[in-house]
């Protein structure tokens, strides 16, 4: 049967065969548009992947497309006229190449979007998407030049000279871009995250563009740094992995005091504070004998590093008020001065000799006049 009818195909008109070709093209193109909005509806109401949402969507346009302008394309094949065959061939070619790269671009940015739809990726969204469509961009230039018969060597040697000179020409810039897609994915700080540099700076990060990150200290001074120069030093997130972060507050109490009562009131005032949290829950650690002191140390959990100021003025501020109503006492380092008496002799050594030398007294002696 099937031989039949490519039988009957071969012997029929031209001008018959190309109206088949085309009917049988739009016939399978509305089938796979059809198609293709059943499973997208089916995929709303059922999957609960939105990957698989985004790729119907966004692959059933071009494809159904495709099977139209495949029959173009299979239908110029047979016209009689080679000039008239190739311009609407390479025209149907230049369609599909343009409709996949549009919907290449397009599917791309909604993958990359819902990979970082969290508020910890959205600020590197953009700089993917627009490297996803310069590439894409690039490589359809390429190709269209390739389907029009256009001589492309002379252009690849050209763009691999210029791109050796914007490279030398731009290497900083590379440098940062580069190094900010490697921090990144190597997942360094996100937007919003408090970081201490190494040469000192601390701050919550504002801005991660293509070329430097902006940190806000809080002293409310952007400083901007190059993503070079932090893909390179020592960066400490603490706001990572987690934003709660712990504190340690050193209290010294005198000895002789009851450690038992000098425990339970700083539990009492951790508790007590509402910038403390209760899970985990503080603790009061004794850390050695001082000079003057026992040392303990209460350590306490707030919800953000930028906290920690804050909860550690108002732990100080209940701490004393507390301790002068139990009666702890906090001491304070003392020192002894000794001074040398008058009269005494203070002796100076070197390598050559010892010189004996008195302490400023007046001794009495008579006053010597002009006269003398």
Known sequence: MGSVAIDYFEMAPTSVQVILILIFSIIAAKGIEILGSYLLQRSRLFSTHEYDRIIIEEVHVPLYGTVFLGGVYTSAQLL????????????????????????????????????????????????????????????????????????????????????IILGIAAQDSLGNFFSGISLYLDKTYKLGDMINLESGERGTVIDMSIRSTTILTRDNIAITIPN??????????????????????????????????????????????????DTPAPVVRFQEFGDSAIVAQLQAYIEHPALRGRAKHFLIKRIDERFREDQIKIPFPQRELSFFESGNTIRYEDATDTVPIRSPVRENTPERNDDD
């Open 80 to 163: 009689p006229t080679e000039a008239f065959s190739f311009y609407i061939a390479s025209t149907a070619i230049s369609i599909i190449v343009i409709l996949w790269s549009y919907a290449t671009i397009r599917l791309g940015g909604r993958l990359i979007g819902a990979k970082n739809n969290a508020p910890s990726g959205r600020e590197i969204t953009p700089i993917l998407k627009n490297v996803l469509t310069f590439f894409v961009i690039v490589s359809v230039f390429f190709i269209l030049l390739s389907v029009w018969n256009v001589n492309i060597t002379p252009l690849l040697a050209s763009a691999g000279i210029l791109g």
């Open 228 to 277: 070079s120069e932090l893909n390179s030093t020592h960066v400490v997130n603490e706001s990572s992995p987690v934003r709660r972060r712990r504190i340690r507050l050193n209290v010294g109490v005198a000895y002789g005091s009851n450690l038992q009562q000098v425990e339970n009131a700083l539990l009492e005032i951790a508790d007590a504070e509402k910038l403390i949290l």
